[in-house]
Nanobody, 120 residues
Framework: QVQLVESGGGLVQAGGSLRLSCAASGSIFSINAMAWYRQVPGEQRDLVAAITTGSSTTYADSVKGRFTISRDNAKNTVHLHMSSLKPEDQGVYYC??????????????WGQGTQVKVSS
């Protein structure tokens, strides 16, 4: 069984920084792509940043130059460092991990979500 545990959300003033983390645990054989998504009430969950096994990264245009995604393969963890935060960055952030388990093969797993609020 696989579990994703997120941490690092909270309330921050505009211009501030936060670091989100997502740790995967369980019977994991390998981890492939890792990503962060953001969802605000009434809207779909949108991609914020993604990172491949080779550490190639992709960012939403709205966060380029301000957010950095990274991964620690030894700890099965993905981070999102967010700086120069704006009120429009707030929402619930979810990590998404594509991984392989010995029991079930390839699968997509989501974290439980962590709230980010940015005050103006």
């Amino acid at each position: 069984q696989v579990q994703l545990v997120e941490s690092g959300g909270g309330l921050v003033q505009a211009g501030g920084s936060l670091r989100l983390s997502c740790a995967a645990s369980g019977s994991i054989f390998s981890i492939n792509a890792m990503a962060w998504y953001r969802q605000v009430p009434g809207e779909q969950r949108d991609l914020v940043a993604a990172i491949t096994t080779g550490s190639s990264t992709t960012y939403a245009d709205s966060v380029k130059g301000r957010f950095t995604i990274s991964r620690d393969n030894a700890k099965n963890t993905v981070h999102l460092h967010m700086s120069s935060l704006k009120p429009e960055d707030q929402g619930v952030y979810y990590c998404r991990v594509v991984l392989t388990t010995r029991a079930t093969g390839d699968g997509v797993y989501w974290g439980q979500g962590t709230q980010v609020k940015v005050s103006s």
